[in-house]
């Protein structure tokens, strides 16, 4: 009874240490009498008890590591603290065993290393407007030396760059500077375009009234040429009507009649004004003369004709 109780035990001892099951995104590294045998896939997999041991456990996900802050001295000698985020996968079981003897100190090392090499050739500006150049040329020097360890890195990530305080303050006023400036051209720029408005506006304001003057000038001479015309056609009808009449029967005396009367007003007229001496004709005959005179006047166009 004790004898087979004993075989039991050592059956599920060799069972237990025949069968193994790898989970899924791992590989396990087997030794065979202390040298490297084969590496385990996912599954149930089958092992010599006593012969074969599982050496070392990879897992092959995406691993991210955190790399510990450092100083780190920029090309115009300007001390920056940098910390970031190491993104790798074994990729090589067998080499991450045996490549390395501890490939996650390796890789951390290293991305210190390489990232104070790559912000050594840059200035300070240059290392916060390049992150992306700096975390690929990180990469790429990892990722070289990282292939004899069985290990692929993915990407680097700079979480922060921290220069001195006296640089942060000194970055600040610079801001501050360059902010203010950009107000007063702002501003300056504002008050040039308002005068351009301002001049623009009375350059066209003074078009404006003076083509509305010189349009006025042309309508009132218009109006005045037009005037003159009506004037000087209702002047030469009236001539024309009054040289008619005259041609009519007892036209000539109708205007000696009017020629005496106006003779006759202006001398009234003369005669009530103040402080005017009136000359009369010694006789009325000078008077008749000068109706006479008048009427050979009006009788020119007649004869004329």
Partial sequence: MEIALVIAVIAVIFIARSIKIVPQQHAWVVERLGKYHSTLTPGPKLLIPFVDAVAYRHSLKEIPLDVPSQICITRDNTQLQVD??????????????????????????????????????????????????????????????????????LRYEIKDLTPPKEILHAMQAQITAEREKRALIAASEGRRQEQINIATGEREAFIARSEGEKQAAINKAQGEAASITAVADATAQAIERVAAAIRQPGGEQAVQLKVAERAVDAYAQVAAEANTTLIVPSHMGEVSALISSAMKMVQLPKSGG
Avoid: C, H
């Avoid at 990232?115 to 690929?136: P, Q, W």
């Fill in 84 to 153: 970031g985020i190491l993104y790798f996968q074994v990729t090589d079981p067998m080499r991450a065993s045996y490549g390395s003897s501890n490939y996650i100190m390796a890789v951390t090392q290293l991305a210190q290393t390489s990232l104070r090499s790559v912000i050594g050739k840059l200035e300070l500006d240059k290392t916060f407007e390049e992150r992306d150049i700096i975390n690929a040329q990180v990469v790429a020097a990892i990722d070289e030396a990282a292939l004899n360890w069985g290990v692929k890195v």
